[in-house]
C-alpha cells in the first residue's frame, strides 16, 4: 500500500484554481527554458521517502476539504541560498478530483495512509461531481458528503 501526503492548497479556491496556476507555472518554466515540472517546495524532507513515492499522492485541501490529488514523482531535497534545508515534491501535473474528505487547518504536511485516503471520483460517491462546488462544499461541512 502506497504512502502519501496530504497538505494544505493555500491560495486556491477551487480545483480549477489549483489547475490554473499549475499551467501558469509550467509556462513560466518553459518561458524561462527550464523543463516544465509541477513541484512545490516545503521545509520538511519527509522521512519515507521510499514509501511516498511507490505509487504515493499529495492530496490537496482545499477551502477545508481534501478535493484533489496529484501523484508524486520525486522528492529532491536541497540547499537553498540561505544554508536553510528543504525539498521539492515534484508531481504529476495532472489533478486528479477525490471525494471531499473535511479537514480541520494544520501547518505543513501530514503523511495520510491509502486505507484513510478519499476515493477518487468516479470511483466512490457516484453523482457527487455533477453538484456545483459551491453545494457539494455545502454538503460535505454538514457531513453529507
Known sequence: MAL?????????????DLETWIEFRRNEMR?????????????????????LLDG?????????????????LDIRPFTDADGIERCHLVFDPKVIET???????FQGWRYL???DAPADVGQGRAGATALPSDLR??????GLL
Not at 496530504?6 to 491560495?11: A, E, H, Y
Not at 492530496?59 to 501523484?71: E, M, S, T
Request: with cysteine; charged share 35%.
Open 137 to 142: 462544499r455545502e454538503l460535505a461541512d454538514l
Open 113 to 115: 495512509t491509502a486505507a
Open 56 to 72: 504515493g499522492s499529495l492530496y490537496w485541501v482545499i477551502k477545508g476539504n481534501v478535493q484533489c490529488r496529484q501523484r508524486l
Open 4 to 16: 502519501n501526503l496530504v497538505k494544505l492548497c493555500v491560495g486556491a479556491d477551487s480545483v480549477e
Open 99 to 105: 471525494d471531499w474528505q473535511p479537514r480541520r487547518a
Open 31 to 51: 518561458r524561462a527554458g527550464e523543463t516544465p515540472e509541477h513541484r512545490h517546495t516545503t521545509r520538511m524532507i519527509p522521512k519515507r521517502r521510499e514509501e
